[in-house]
């Protein structure tokens, strides 16, 4: 059974830093589509960013591009966003995404589009006053 707990958020100034996790169970982490993604109540989900992570390739959305960057840790099973001179737009419930590639080379990955993946966290909130 897929699993993806997140945490991380919180509150912070504009300009502040956040990192957020995301532990992953029930599937073969090294070979696996990862994403995060965020989403405003009344907005449609937005793509954050992404990572394959046979071979770590990343992807961001331009409004992050510069501030956040993804990782993993594949001994822990973790997959992180360190989120750097947060804005107040940057406000969102963000949650951790999963799809299991069914191409080589991770070509199917769903990357930042955000309604493809197959599974995803609780999600955990960041907010970011001015």
């Known amino acids: 059974q897929v699993r993806l707990v997140e945490a991380g958020g919180g509150s912070v100034q504009a300009g502040g830093s956040l990192r957020l996790s995301c532990a992953a169970s029930?599937?073969?982490?090294?070979?696996?589509?990862l994403g995060w993604f965020r989403q405003i109540p009344g907005k449609e989900r937005e793509g954050v960013a992404a990572?394959?992570?046979?071979?770590?390739?990343?992807y961001y959305a331009d409004s992050v591009k510069g501030r956040f960057t993804v990782s993993q840790d594949e001994a822990k099973r973790t997959l992180y966003l360190q989120m750097n001179s947060l804005k107040p737009e940057d406000t969102a419930m963000y949650y951790c995404?999963?799809?299991?590639?069914?191409?080589?080379?991770?070509?199917?990955?769903?990357?930042?589009?955000?309604?493809?993946?197959?599974?995803r966290g609780q999600g955990t909130q960041v907010t970011v006053s001015s």
């Open positions: 990572l394959y992570t046979t071979d770590n390739s990343a």
């Open positions: 029930g599937f073969s982490f090294g070979t696996y589509c």
């Open positions: 995404a999963a799809k299991a590639p069914t191409a080589p080379y991770g070509s199917d990955c769903p990357r930042l589009n955000a309604s493809q993946y197959t599974y």
